[in-house]
Structure formats: C-alpha cells, structure tokens
C-alpha cells in the first residue's frame, strides 16, 4: 500500500477497464497512477442548513456547526444538541453517547463522555481501528511512551482462516504502563476494538492485558500478544 501526500489530483480518466490519474506532486512534477478503480472521497461538514438557529437564537461556529459546552447546551439553556452537528468525529456511535449522556442530564444525572476513548473503525478489508493517542501525538505532547505490536500472520486464527494481513499496536506509558492508544489492522478489527476501549477506560495496564486469558485461537489473542511485546518485549508466538 502506497500512499501519496500532498499531491493534487489534475484529471482522472477512464479508458476502458483502466482509470488513469494525473496527480502534481509537492514539487510540480506530473505523476500517473493508474488502476481498476478510482473512490473520491471529499471532506464532511454539519448539516445544519435550513435548521434556522438564528431564529432560535443558537450560535452556529464560523464552520456552520452547532456551539455547545461540556454539556452539550447550546448558548439556549434549554436547547441542547450531538452528533454531526457538534464539534468532535462524526461517527454514530459517539453521537449514540451524546445522545444517552443529554438525556441522562434532562434526568438529573451527571454523566461524561471521554472522547479520547471513542474508537474509530473504516470498514475496508482488512478492517483498521484505533482508540487513544498515536505515536506523533505522544511525541508532540513529550509523553515517553513504549510501544509493542503482533502482526496476524503469527496468529494461529488467522492462519487458519487466510486473513493473515494486519496487526495490532500497543502504545504504553514508558513510566506508569497505563495503555495509552491501541492500534490495529486486519480482519475483525471493528469488533476487537471494543475490548481496547474496555481496558483503556479502566486504565489498565499493558501488562493488565498480557495477564488476562484469551480463547485458543481467536483474533483477540492479538491483543494480548501486542500487550506482551509492549511489556519487556515477552510476545509468546514471534
């Protein structure tokens, strides 16, 4: 997998089964890439045209998107709002939270949402998924961190299945353990995140995870695996 960065795309044309790209790169030079297909993706913003918040007295953002604090209360105290609207990833599952945690709020309760925990999935194949930092945001922030990985093709249950592409990454605080991101490709990946999520939210350690018994052989064992190479680099099947 290649990826072009700042490049910008000048044409794209279709000659029978072939897609032909014309792309300038950073220093102007004119590049060809060519392949079966071509996906446009183009970037998301809040819908909120024809919503008519000014008549409602709302403040909208110089994006268009609905203001709201910790809460989620828009400028109007009674006037709340989540989802794609709001600042943050617009992905559904965070808004299924603001949902909840709005609601919890109109009953009285004092829920929160930690949006450093709210995973991100892209539905390719293989799948990838990721929770917490990454690698250059520990480095931005001078966290000293240490990270452990295990690639697929040295699990048992992807070998048996076929989807041997992919990994999982543990990124661990150098000092304290506590995981502080957690990194992944492969098949299922949309379904082992959770289990990130879960360890991440009760501040487990990397040596937490490697500690807990997974099921013989299933993708989950990654997690471990990954655990245990971020733990003095104790990965068991490498």
């Given at each position: 997998?290649?990826?072009?960065?700042?490049?910008?795309?000048?044409?794209?044309?279709?000659?029978?089964?072939?897609?032909?790209?014309?792309?300038?790169?950073?220093?102007?030079?004119?590049?060809?890439?060519?392949?079966?297909?071509?996906?446009?993706?183009?970037?998301?913003?809040?819908?909120?045209?024809?919503?008519?918040?000014?008549?409602?007295?709302?403040?909208?953002?110089?994006?268009?998107?609905?203001?709201?604090?910790?809460?989620?209360?828009?400028?109007?105290?009674?006037?709340?709002?989540?989802?794609?609207?709001?600042?943050?990833?617009?992905?559904?599952?965070?808004?299924?939270?603001?949902?909840v945690m709005v609601a919890e709020?109109?009953?009285?309760?004092?829920?929160?949402?930690?949006?450093?925990?709210?995973?991100?999935?892209?539905?390719?194949?293989?799948?990838?998924?990721?929770?917490?930092?990454?690698?250059?945001?520990?480095?931005?922030?001078?966290?000293?961190?240490?990270?452990?990985?295990?690639?697929?093709?040295?699990?048992?249950?992807?070998?048996?299945?076929?989807?041997?592409?992919?990994?999982?990454?543990?990124?661990?605080?150098?000092?304290?353990?506590?995981?502080?991101?957690?990194?992944?490709?492969?098949?299922?990946?949309?379904?082992?995140?959770?289990?990130?999520?879960?360890?991440?939210?009760?501040k487990a350690s990397a040596e937490?995870?490697?500690?807990?018994?997974?099921?013989?052989?299933?993708?989950?064992?990654?997690?471990?695996?990954?655990?245990?190479?971020?733990?003095?680099?104790?990965?068991?099947?490498?």
């Open positions: 997998m290649k990826f072009y960065v700042s490049h910008k795309v000048k044409s794209v044309e279709r000659k029978g089964n072939l897609v032909k790209v014309q792309a300038e790169n950073p220093k102007g030079e004119t590049i060809t890439l060519e392949g079966d297909y071509s996906l446009v993706s183009v970037g998301r913003r809040p819908y909120t045209d024809g919503l008519n918040a000014e008549k409602a007295g709302v403040k909208l953002t110089e994006r268009g998107m609905v203001e709201v604090n910790d809460h989620l209360q828009t400028n109007i105290p009674n006037i709340y709002a989540i989802g794609d609207v709001v600042r943050g990833a617009m992905l559904a599952h965070k808004a299924e939270e603001e949902g709020i109109l009953a009285g309760q004092k829920p929160h949402i930690d949006y450093n925990l709210i995973p991100g999935v892209v539905y390719t194949w293989p799948e990838v998924a990721a929770v917490g930092k990454t690698e250059e945001q520990l480095k931005e922030a001078g966290v000293t961190y240490k990270a452990g990985s295990f690639p697929f093709k040295a699990l048992g249950r992807a070998r048996a299945g076929g989807d041997i592409d992919g990994f999982v990454k543990i990124l661990a605080d150098a000092k304290t353990d506590e995981v502080l991101g957690i990194h992944m490709i492969g098949a299922r990946c949309a379904d082992l995140i959770a289990e990130a999520v879960t360890a991440m939210e009760f937490d995870i490697s500690r807990m018994s997974h099921a013989h052989p299933t993708f989950a064992e990654a997690i471990k695996e990954a655990a245990l190479a971020a733990t003095d680099n104790r990965a068991l099947h490498v």
